[in-house]
Nanobody, 124 residues
């Protein structure tokens, strides 16, 4: 099990950039796949991105592919979500999640540990 804490959210203008961080505690971080999800008010949770345990495999949701990039630094127990060309529809609470396996998934139900979330607001 790992504990996850997201940071880096905030208010940004459309077209701008933000980088979210997900800091983990626990010795197993480097063996877990990580996912990023988001949830906007009144909407269902949406898959954003995922990265395998060693960072060699990544996968992105259709709405963010080409604009967002996820990475990780296992030596620092931290993952990142670089968000570029932000749009108002990217406004949501963003969560990182850990899956207790090497391999990624786009399904939230397959993740075991979740952070508390960080708010991202994109103004038009």
């Amino acid at each position: 099990q790992v504990q996850l804490v997201e940071s880096g959210g905030g208010l940004v203008q459309a077209g701008g950039s933000l980088t979210l961080s997900c800091a983990a505690s626990g010795r197993s971080f480097s063996t877990y796949a990580l996912g990023w999800f988001r949830q906007a008010p009144g909407k269902e949770r949406e898959f954003v991105a995922a990265i395998s345990w060693n960072g060699e495999t990544t996968y992105y949701g259709d709405s963010v592919r080409g604009r967002f990039t996820t990475s990780r630094d296992n030596a620092k127990n931290t993952a990142f979500l670089q968000m570029n060309s932000l749009k108002s529809e990217d406004t949501a609470v963003y969560y990182c999640a850990a899956r207790r396996t090497y391999f990624i998934s786009y399904q939230g139900d397959e993740y075991h540990d979740w952070g508390q979330g960080t708010q991202v607001t994109v103004s038009a």
